[in-house]
């Protein structure tokens, strides 16, 4: 019976650690794959319309079940271009889940110029534009959450247009 304790003292902890491991992993390959559907999706036409953006939008839940994206993630999505100015902007830019507690895009908002995409270094030359999908999630573990506290996690993918120079809001 001793050593039955003893056993459990040390397996309960390393089995709760593999769970709450398999969680995460398996979080951060959904969250890598909403990037990557959200902005190759805004980037297979010549302009987006709202409903076209809901719709994408909407996909997203199904993406990452069974985790709860509605209540712990924003999805941001950013054209930014070189289109009608030298400098790179952020020409529009669309969120998921619109709460009081959304984060900042890491391109800045509508309007804002992204230095770090000009220049011989950046991504962008002139009259080229880049499609930004940033995926945001606040993941909290499952067992003894005060033990390793939430993390926000953050994936991005960026994507040219595929049939113009850049894809127009209407």
């Given at each position: 019976m001793v050593e039955i304790a003893f056993a459990m003292s040390i397996l309960a902890p390393l089995v709760l650690g593999a769970v709450e491991l398999a969680r995460f992993v398996l979080l951060q390959q959904k969250l890598d794959r909403v990037a990557a559907t959200v902005g190759d999706l805004a980037s297979r036409g010549r302009a987006l319309t709202p409903a076209q953006i809901n719709d994408i939008f909407a996909s997203i839940d199904s993406l990452v079940s069974p985790f709860d994206?509605?209540?712990?993630?924003?999805?941001?999505?950013?054209?930014?271009?070189?289109?009608?100015?030298?400098?790179?902007?952020?020409?529009?830019?669309?969120?998921g889940n619109d709460t009081?507690?959304?984060?900042?895009?890491?391109?800045?908002?509508?309007?804002?110029?992204?230095?770090?995409?000009?220049?011989?270094?950046?991504?962008?030359?002139?009259?080229?534009?880049?499609?930004?999908?940033?995926?945001?999630?606040?993941?909290?573990?499952?067992?003894?959450?005060?033990?390793i506290g939430p993390v926000e996690l953050y994936h991005r993918a960026l994507f040219r247009p595929r049939l113009s120079d850049q894809v127009l809001e209407e």
């Open positions: 994206f509605d209540g712990e993630g924003e999805v941001i999505l950013s054209s930014i271009d070189t289109i009608s100015q030298t400098d790179p902007r952020v020409a529009w830019q669309y969120r009081a507690a959304t984060p900042e895009s890491k391109y800045g908002a509508e309007g804002d110029i992204v230095a770090s995409m000009a220049g011989e270094d950046g991504l962008l030359d002139e009259h080229e534009s880049v499609i930004v999908a940033e995926v945001f999630f606040d993941f909290e573990p499952l067992f003894v959450p005060d033990l």
